[in-house]
C-alpha cells in the first residue's frame, strides 16, 4: 500500500505535473495526476466522477514512485463534498477496497450537488449532504488551531467527511437506495451530533431570512432569449450553516414553487458568493467578468496589484471565479480566494449595473 501525504492549498491554484502529486478538485488543469474541472475547457463531471474515470492512471502514477516515497494529495482548503469523496475514492483504489458500482451512484450525487442542486425542504431536512456539512462543522470545532498546523483543520474535515461517505457508499452497496439515505441517517445512532445540528439550522435560517433582504431580479436565460424575473435574497454573514439550501427549497417564504431562486450571500467582507439554482436555464454569464474588472481597477486605485501567473482561462491571477467550468454552467460566481478589495455595497451596485445590462425584461 502506498503511504500518503495531504496538502491544502488556495482554491484556484493552478498546478504543474509532478509524478510524487496527485491534485484533486484543484489545479486548474485536467490530465495524469492532475484532476481538476473548474477550468474553461476542463470536464462536465465533478473530481468524484473523474477519480472513478482515472483509476487506472491514479493506480499506475501510485505504482511508478520509488519504494518507500508516498504520494502527496493536494487538493483545496476547507474541501468540500467533492474534494472528499474523491479523496476517499483514491484512498479507497489504492487499498483495493473501492466498491462499484456504488461509488459510481455516490459519484452521481455528488457531481449534482457540485452543480448546485443542494435544494432543502423544510418538511425533510435530513439529506447525505446536509448530515456531511454539518460533520465536517462539528471536525472544525473540534480540530485544534494549531498554528503551527494550518492545515489541521482541512486534514480533520477530510477524515471526518471520508468517514461519512465510506457509511453512504455502504448503504449503497448494501442496496439502499439513494433516496432512502434521509430515512437511513435519521435512524442512525451515529449521526446523532450531525442530525441534530441539522435541526438546530433550520431555526438558524429562519432568523437569517427575519433579517434578509428579499429582491426580485430579472436574470438572463442561457439561451440568449430574454429574462426571467424570479425571487433572491441578499445577506451579510449568514448564521445558517446551509442558508442557500434552505432558501432553494423555502418555496412558502418565497412564494415561488421554485423556492429563492438567485441568491448572494456575504460570508465576510471580502468574500461573497452569487449563484443561481442550476436547472432553470438562467445564468450569472457577464457577471463575474465585470466584478473582475472592477477589482482590478480598485486595485489599482489601491496600489495593490495581484501578482503571479495568469490562472487558466483568465486574465490575470486569482481572478474573481465566473462559473466558465462547463459543470458550473456560470451559475456561480465567487470572490478571489485571497479575498476581494471591492466593499459589498461596491459588489452589489455592479451586480445592478450587470442586471441592468444583461437582463431584459
Not at 483509476?55 to 467533492?82: C, F, N, S, W, Y
Not at 432543502?120 to 462543522?137: G, K, Q
Request: proline content about 9%; some cysteine; hydrophobic content about 45%.
Amino acid at each position: 500500500m502506498t503511504d500518503l501525504l495531504y496538502r491544502f492549498v488556495p482554491m484556484g491554484a493552478t498546478a504543474a505535473p509532478d509524478p510524487r502529486r496527485l491534485w484533486l478538485d484543484v489545479g486548474n488543469r485536467f490530465g495524469p495526476g492532475l484532476i481538476d474541472h473548474h477550468q474553461p475547457d476542463g470536464p462536465d463531471r465533478c473530481t468524484a466522477a473523474l477519480v472513478l474515470e482515472q483509476e487506472a492512471t491514479i493506480l499506475a502514477q501510485a505504482q511508478a514512485l520509488p519504494a518507500g516515497e508516498p504520494l502527496e494529495i493536494v487538493t483545496h482548503r476547507q474541501p468540500d463534498l467533492d474534494a472528499i469523496t474523491a479523496t476517499y475514492f483514491v484512498e479507497s483504489l489504492l487499498h483495493g477496497t473501492l466498491s462499484r458500482p456504488a461509488a459510481d451512484r455516490w459519484a452521481a450525487a455528488v457531481c449534482a450537488v457540485d452543480r448546485g442542486h443542494t435544494r432543502l425542504e423544510p418538511d425533510r431536512p435530513i439529506t447525505p449532504y446536509a448530515v456531511f456539512l454539518a460533520c465536517l462543522e462539528l471536525a472544525r470545532q473540534d480540530a485544534d488551531p494549531d498554528p503551527a498546523q494550518p492545515d489541521g483543520t482541512s486534514l480533520a474535515a477530510v477524515r471526518a467527511g471520508q468517514r461519512f461517505v465510506a457509511w453512504v457508499v455502504g448503504q449503497l452497496a448494501a442496496g439502499v437506495g439513494l433516496d432512502q439515505l434521509g430515512a437511513r441517517l435519521a435512524a442512525e445512532p451515529a449521526w446523532a451530533a450531525p442530525l441534530d445540528l441539522v435541526r438546530a439550522d433550520q431555526g438558524r435560517y429562519r432568523r437569517d431570512l427575519a433579517r434578509a433582504e428579499r429582491l426580485t431580479v430579472a436574470l438572463p436565460r442561457a439561451t440568449g432569449e430574454g429574462g426571467e424575473r424570479v425571487p433572491g435574497l441578499w445577506i451579510a454573514a449568514p448564521e445558517s450553516l446551509l442558508f442557500k439550501a434552505w432558501a432553494r427549497g423555502d418555496r412558502a417564504g418565497a412564494e415561488d414553487p421554485r423556492g429563492f431562486v438567485f441568491t448572494a450571500v456575504e460570508l465576510s467582507p471580502t468574500r461573497v458568493i452569487l449563484s443561481v439554482a442550476p436547472g432553470l436555464g438562467l445564468w450569472l454569464n457577464g457577471l463575474g467578468e465585470a466584478l473582475e474588472a472592477a477589482e482590478t481597477a480598485q486595485r489599482r486605485r489601491l496600489g495593490r496589484p495581484r501578482r503571479g501567473e495568469p490562472r487558466p482561462g483568465y486574465a490575470g491571477p486569482d481572478p474573481w471565479y465566473d462559473g466558465r467550468s462547463p459543470l458550473h454552467g456560470y451559475t456561480i460566481v465567487d470572490a478571489p480566494h485571497g479575498g476581494t478589495l471591492l466593499a459589498p455595497a461596491q459588489v452589489r451596485a455592479v451586480f445592478a449595473q450587470w442586471l441592468a445590462g444583461a437582463s431584459p425584461n
